[in-house]
């Protein structure tokens, strides 16, 4: 009942940027908490951003002063800014929203993962 999708990941050379959108839909009532996650090839997925019910956000180490994590409740969806990116950043990013939907009248919490999008970034 309730779908996550990102969106707008892609090439791009080093130095750049990018802009994801992590979308929830579905009997959506509220998106309240949005986290990014990043798994590059022969890693474990890891934390890159967060963003809590009340705005608070938190970064990883490695993306601090370049990435910029938001959300508007009003569209139901997340975004992760990235700029000044590097080949490190190569890896599928996932989004993972929390908030509530409308389940026969009443309303309900989930937690949904998205499918991932590629960010590839050339030398």
């Known amino acids: 009942q309730v779908q996550v999708a990102e969106s707008g990941g892609g090439l791009v050379q080093a130095g750049g940027s990018l802009r994801l959108s992590c979308a929830a839909s579905g009997s959506i009532f509220r998106l309240n908490a949005v986290r990014w996650f990043r798994q590059a090839p022969g890693k474990s997925r890891e934390l890159v951003a967060s963003?809590?019910?009340?705005?608070?956000?938190n970064y990883a180490d490695s993306v601090k002063g370049r990435f910029t994590i938001s959300k508007d409740s009003a569209k139901n969806t997340g975004y992760l800014q990235m700029n000044s990116l590097k080949p490190d950043d190569t890896a599928v990013y996932y989004c993972?929203?929390?908030?509530?939907?409308?389940?026969?009248?009443?309303?309900?919490?989930?937690?949904?993962w998205g499918q991932g999008t590629q960010v590839t970034v050339s030398e």
């Open positions: 963003i809590a019910t009340d705005g608070t956000t």
């Open positions: 993972f929203g929390e908030g509530y939907y409308y389940s026969e009248d009443a309303l309900t919490s989930f937690g949904s």
